[in-house]
Nanobody, 127 residues
Framework: QVQLVESGGGLVQAGGSLRLSCAASGRAFTSYAMGWFRQAPGKEREIVAAISRTGDTTYYVNSVKGRFTISRDNAKTTMYLQMNSLKPEDTAVYYC????????????????????WGQGTQVTGSS
């Protein structure tokens, strides 16, 4: 199993920045593709970004492209989400998750493909 713990959330003014961290422990971190999801009140959980096991391939939902950057440090077994130019619509609980997609896939985009989840961290962008 993998245990995931998010940190770094908070309240930030529109246009500001935050960096989320996801610390992993347990089984080999490098065997998992990782992702960041978010869920706003009354809305379904959606993927924000995903990253391959080695970190060389990434995916972003259109709404965050050019503003958010996903990365991972396999030596520190930690994943990050750098969020710049935050908007009020980015307000949500952010979750990190770990998946083991088939070898032909670099990452997973669907929540059901992820096996392990963190507890979530609140991000609030104020207008």
């Amino acid at each position: 199993q993998v245990q995931l713990v998010e940190s770094g959330g908070g309240l930030v003014q529109a246009g500001g920045s935050l960096r989320l961290s996801c610390a992993a422990s347990g089984r080999a971190f490098t065997s998992y593709a990782m992702g960041w999801f978010r869920q706003a009140p009354g809305k379904e959980r959606e993927i924000v970004a995903a990253i391959s096991r080695t970190g060389d391939t990434t995916y972003y939902v259109n709404s965050v492209k050019g503003r958010f950057t996903i990365s991972r440090d396999n030596a520190k077994t930690t994943m990050y989400l750098q969020m710049n130019s935050l908007k009020p619509e980015d307000t949500a609980v952010y979750y990190c998750a770990a998946a083991q997609p088939p070898p032909r896939y670099s990452y997973s985009e669907e929540a059901y493909e992820y096996d392990y989840w963190g507890q979530g961290t609140q991000v609030t962008g104020s207008s």
